[in-house]
């Protein structure tokens, strides 16, 4: 009986409308997942020769930088709104607005990462016979994984809070969810289903960061490296 009261006294918190719309918020997660996660992938797959282009001509660097950054001013209603004429009501307006506003997180730091990448490595690497592609595959993108994981993290935590306002498209995952609380004023709808968006955000973040420590071993290696060396002149200094 008090659980279908918190029903009725519509809380924020309630079990029992977890029990009964278990089915909607799954359907509505999965939703969300599947378009955060195609944007964030097709992002990725045009970001990548953006970055490449800009870093080969300089002159293009400025322009490409500049037109993403732009395309990330335009807020998420106008954007969405902006591409209803060409997709109709469908996934695709919010998958290319994603792809579109994540863009400006990849570019810049897929650009960066390759940037950093010391020129000595790259010498050594010709003087061993490596041409042009296997260079970037075999040395610069290890070297510049940190940098592009980062930006990846952002892109995703960003893209899956950026999905919810595709409710006003009927494609927003949880945010349908949120969006029908919101004009019912049923609080354990809109409570619930953002609860779960925070989890997806963080559970996104973490599971990034987890292939980002197994890709980039040697990271781990210099942090040790530093932190012996720091620990040993720390003894020399209590020693003294």
């Not at 950054?69 to 994603?98: H, K, Q, R, W």
């Amino acid at each position: 009986m008090a659980a279908d009261n918190c029903l009725v006294a519509n809380d924020w918190i309630c079990g029992e409308y977890v029990r009964t719309r278990a089915h909607d918020l799954t359907a509505a997660t999965l939703q969300h997942l599947w378009i955060t996660g195609v944007s964030v992938a097709l992002a990725l797959v045009v970001a990548f020769p953006l970055a490449l282009v800009a870093r080969r001509w300089k002159p293009v660097a400025g322009p490409v930088l500049g037109f993403t950054t732009v395309l990330y001013t335009i807020p998420s209603l106008a954007m969405y709104s902006l591409l209803l004429p060409v997709f109709g009501i469908s996934a695709s307006v919010v998958v290319t607005g994603l792809v579109l506003y994540s863009l400006t997180i990849l570019v810049r730091n897929i650009l960066a990462g390759l940037q950093a990448v010391p020129e000595d490595a790259r010498e050594a690497a010709r003087g061993m016979g490596y041409g042009p592609l296997r260079l970037l595959l075999r040395v610069e993108l290890p070297l510049a994984l940190p940098t592009v994981m980062a930006g990846l993290r952002i892109a995703t935590v960003s893209a899956v809070s950026l999905t919810t306002v595709g409710a006003i498209v009927g494609y927003g995952g949880l945010g349908n969810l949120i969006y029908d609380g919101m004009n019912t004023l049923f609080k354990a709808e809109v409570l619930t289903a953002s609860a779960i968006c925070v989890v997806l955000a963080v559970a996104a973040d973490l599971l990034l960061l987890g292939v980002q420590r197994l890709l980039t071993p040697w990271t781990r290696t210099r942090r040790t490296a530093r932190s012996a060396r720091a620990s040993r002149a720390r003894t020399g200094e209590a020693a003294a």
